[in-house]
């Protein structure tokens, strides 16, 4: 008899194939929405996935059952039987109800479900786990991951419930999900005292940094942070087209002008960064609440920049660190389409490139990371808030530098 062919290695390393799911509600609108979905499929392509279509229904909010309204999500399902999709991705957080529905739906025989479902936070969690490096980042990812799971677990026990009645046939269902949630909760609770332990020895480190003055790069995710990085400390930090690119806090120690300072480089945010996923990451985000300065990074070519500084505003306020010093760094302007009009691509229309204030921004500073252009007038505009951080901080020292 002759051995089964062994399955080729290529087929192994193919793109898992996805469809995208969003709802266009009063409040969004079809523009919006798309570029929502733009950043989902960026996301999915950072995962590793590749979309084949996208299924978008207008509807006053999304279905509380399956997402998309019965019609709707019965064209998906045939699309994604026909065409044998891996991944259903949903632009917003399910429910455990809704998850568990389209769960039925899309793996009737759910003993060997083959289409995954992922929500946006379940699939920046898989890209965040695929990209921690250091102790703390894979003890936040695996503490956001528990804590999404823990009231969605119901989900992974239904099959039991094609168990037939009688006795010593009841209950064992609930008694497995019970435990699964008594172990759950156990983790999380060694993994939040985990994370306190590396706190405190990051806060024996940082108190070595206490007499320099502390630079966080922060804004959206794949805007040029790390990159910025690169060229102002000289260094060689992680820098891809792809979100989420940097994971871990990274410090460095930079001088420009005999002025030196500790520059860090942080995650990105996201719209709909999930409210867990910042909670866990809190830890890492003292960096920016730490710091003395901010500089908050946009990429200016990107048709949506204004929606994601606002997104990075509105973070900045949620960690309690909107006031302190801002440098606001329009970056990528090589990329600006030439038909651009100036007031559209800048904060509030003011014209930039000379470190004008902005009352929301900061000074303002227009450059391109790649091509070099605009680089010393960002080099003194920070040196220029580096030393007077330095003398509201040490008022009788100012002569440092």
């Known amino acids: 008899m002759a051995r089964p062919a062994s399955p080729s290695p290529t087929a192994s390393l193919l793109p898992e194939t996805a469809v995208m799911l969003g709802v266009i509600i009063p409040s969004l609108g079809e523009s919006l929405c798309s570029e929502h979905l733009d950043e989902l499929a960026f996301l999915a392509k950072t995962a590793g996935a590749t979309v084949q279509k996208r299924f978008v229904q207008r509807l006053p909010a999304p279905d509380s059952r399956t997402y998309l309204g019965s019609g709707k999500i019965k064209e998906v399902e045939e699309y994604v039987r026909m065409e044998h999709i891996d991944l259903v991705l949903v632009d917003d957080e399910l429910s455990p109800a809704q998850l568990r529905n389209l769960e039925r739906l899309f793996n009737p025989d759910l003993l060997e479900a083959r289409v995954k479902i992922l929500d946006r936070s379940t699939l920046i969690l898989d890209i965040f786990a695929s990209r921690a490096r250091s102790a703390q980042s894979r003890t936040q990812v695996e503490l956001a991951q528990h804590e999404y799971l ?3 677990l119901t ?11 009688g006795i010593g ?3 064992p269902g609930e008694k497995e999900i019970e435990t699964d949630r008594r172990n759950i909760r156990y983790r999380i609770s060694l993994l939040k005292e985990k994370l306190v332990d590396i706190e ?7 108190k070595n940094r206490g007499k320099v003055i502390r630079v966080a790069l922060v804004g959206y995710t794949n805007v040029g942070k790390s990159s910025l990085m690169n060229e102002l400390s000289k260094s060689e930090v992680l820098a891809e087209n792809l979100l989420f690119a940097t994971l871990d806090a990274t410090v460095r120690k930079v001088v420009i002008d005999f002025t030196p300072f500790l520059l860090s480089d942080t995650v990105g945010f996201i719209r709909k960064l999930p409210h867990h996923l910042i909670e866990s990451f809190k830890s890492t985000l003292d960096e920016v609440r730490e710091s003395d300065i901010l500089v908050h990074v946009v990429d200016a070519s990107h048709p949506g920049h204004l929606a994601q500084m606002n997104v990075v505003q509105q973070t900045l306020y949620d960690l309690g660190v909107r006031d302190k010093p801002m440098l606001t760094v329009m970056n990528k302007i090589d ?3 030439s038909d651009v009009a100036s007031d559209a691509a800048w904060p509030e229309g003011r014209d930039i490139g000379h ?6 921004h900061g000074p303002v500073v227009s450059v391109s990371v790649r091509m070099r252009t605009g680089m010393e007038l960002l080099r003194t505009e920070l040196v ?6 330095w003398m509201i901080r040490y008022p009788h020292q100012h002569d440092f530098y």
């Not at 992974?156 to 037939?164: D, G």
């Open 169 to 171: 046939m009841k209950g």
């Open 355 to 360: 470190g004008q204030p902005n009352s929301d």
């Open 384 to 389: 220029r808030m580096v030393k007077e951080a």
């Open 150 to 152: 823990l009231p969605r």
């Open 335 to 337: 990329l600006i389409p």
């Open 200 to 206: 405190r020895q990051h806060i024996t480190q940082r």
């Open 155 to 165: 989900r992974m026990w239904t099959h039991l419930s094609k168990q037939k009645g």
